[in-house]
């Protein structure tokens, strides 16, 4: 299996502008999380998904962070308006229940 | 919610000097427990886990680690660090509703 794949590597956009970033989790997997890596804050976890249903968004820090999973082999973390300071490096990783998490190689956002 | 506590932000030691780095989690019931590493640019990657049986387990590259239930403790451990195992150090905790909690990480500097 390839691991966590994530796209693309690196994103740099105009503040305002719609950012969606892509992961492909591990097949079989069925566990998928979402995580935001910044200077500051450390690893954050943004969403997790189970078996494609959200289970704790508690993470996501506004209504401009949208994330979906349409099914057990997609998902999406969607930023709209983004800004400045969600300039980040943002991780998937899946996971077979009470297992380790496989991390994606991220995506590096910059937002101008 | 469970919660967990690194102690060390930054370590800086020697080459060949013995490192040990504190975790404590936060959590009223049974926990799988984790170390990963993340290379400089590069995703986290596991280094030992934890989920029953013999406390003291051996990972990847030397590392060892020891879970003390009393303590709320699962520190890492290795004898004689390189240069290369300059990283950021992040200890996980893994509940059974499958979420998992990152601790904020430390930073290892080897000098060689």
Not at chain 1, 17 to 46: A, N
Request: net charge neutral; aromatic share 12%.
């Amino acid at each position: 299996d390839a691991g966590v794949i994530q796209s693309p590597r690196h994103e740099v956009t105009e503040m305002g502008q719609e950012v969606t970033l892509r992961c492909k989790p591990i097949s079989g997997h069925d566990y998928l999380f979402w995580y935001r890596q910044t200077m500051m804050r450390g690893l954050e976890l943004l969403i997790y998904f189970n078996n494609n249903v959200p289970i704790d968004d508690s993470g996501m820090p506004e209504d401009r962070f949208s994330a979906k999973m349409p099914n057990a082999s997609f998902s999406t973390l969607k930023i709209q308006p983004s800004e400045p300071r969600d300039s980040a490096v943002y991780f998937c990783a899946s996971s077979i229940r009470n297992t380790e998490a496989f991390f994606g190689q991220g995506t590096r956002l910059t937002v101008v | 919610a469970q919660s967990v506590s690194q102690h060390n932000h930054h370590v800086i030691l020697s080459e060949a000097a013995s490192l040990e780095l504190g975790c404590n989690y936060s959590y009223g019931g049974t926990v799988n427990l984790f170390w990963y590493v993340q290379y400089p640019g590069q995703h986290l990657q596991l280094l030992l886990k934890y989920f029953s049986g013999d406390p003291l387990v051996k990972g990847i590259k030397g590392f060892e680690a020891e879970f003390i239930k009393s303590k709320f403790s699962f520190n890492l451990r290795k004898p004689s660090v390189q240069w290369s195992d300059t990283a950021e150090y992040f200890c996980a905790v893994l509940t059974n509703a499958g979420k998992s909690t990152f601790g904020d990480g430390t930073t290892l500097t080897v000098k060689p």
